[in-house]
């Protein structure tokens, strides 16, 4: 984890070198300097895809081995995948700004990713409103399967299809529209993937080992206040206290 936040950190610096020092401006944009923030934008869409696709994993994951580690996997995946689907978002709207005049026009793929990250919102909403540990995770597991199984169809089917295709504004083949063009902004594009998922690795890593610490947390808290072994241990597998007849605790298996 802290290895991928050194490296992310060097690399954010690079590309922002490249981006402003070394890319040049495109001829055919109505701003040329507004296609540098390609080097940002597109890497971080590629690499929220991946994470939401990733969270898909590990929900499908759960629902089959009733994991707990599983579930926080498909939470912190889902999580970094939502942070960088916002710079996405807002990396689009500063693009627009620049090139068509104001940040939001409702076109195919702003909406269809707009839609993507109302979904995954949605995950998060429902996430927080169940209490119980194992429903919670059952429900959220399910419902980010789901919201994985979207991800293809608005991400990469709708915003292609010709009759969204003829009325959107979104540039569909800007680095190669000039004869070396395509070098300099590949070249950023691969820097800027490996950047972000550094980046989102170490996040996820981050995410993961706090889920796992909020749980122990939470699990001693409740044998500590309430002595329910029914709950004790669900998520770390901490053995469950009881009371023995002697009046001391005595440890006790927590319930699979």
């Not at 690079?14 to 934008?41: C, E, K």
């Not at 916002?86 to 627009?96: D, K, S």
């Not at 995770?137 to 169809?153: D, R």
């Not at 800027?192 to 909020?214: D, H, I, K, V």
Request: aromatic fraction near 14%.
């Amino acid at each position: 984890m802290r290895v991928a936040f050194w490296l992310a950190g060097p690399g954010m610096i690079a590309l922002t070198l490249i981006a402003f020092y070394w890319v040049p401006p495109a001829q055919d944009f109505r701003d040329p300097g507004s296609a540098r923030i390609i080097l940002f934008h597109v890497p971080a869409a590629i690499t929220c895809t991946l994470c939401f696709l990733a969270g898909g994993f590990f929900g499908w994951r759960y629902l089959r081995r009733r994991e707990p580690l599983d579930d926080a996997r498909a939470a912190a995946a889902n999580e970094v995948g939502m942070t960088l689907g916002i710079i996405t978002l807002l990396t689009g709207m500063v693009f627009a700004t620049m090139q068509w005049g104001k940040p939001w026009h409702w076109d195919p793929r702003q909406t269809s990713f707009l839609l993507q990250l109302m979904i995954y919102a949605a995950y998060f909403a429902l996430r927080s409103s169940v209490e119980d540990d194992r429903r919670r995770a059952a429900v959220s597991s399910g419902y980010t399967v789901f919201a994985a199984l979207t991800v293809p169809l608005l991400v990469f089917i709708l915003p292609r299809l010709p009759m969204f295709q003829e009325v959107s504004l979104h540039p569909s083949n800007v680095m190669a529209s000039k004869q070396g063009l395509d070098w300099f902004y590949r070249t950023g594009v691969y820097l800027g993937f490996a950047t972000y998922w550094l980046l989102a690795f170490g996040l996820y890593r981050m995410r993961t080992a706090t889920f796992a610490l909020e749980a122990k947390l939470y699990e001693l808290a409740d044998r500590l206040e309430h002595q329910h072994p029914h709950r004790v241990g669900w998520n770390l597998r901490i053995p469950a206290v009881a009371a023995g007849a002697d009046g001391e605790a005595s440890e006790t298996p927590a319930r699979p």
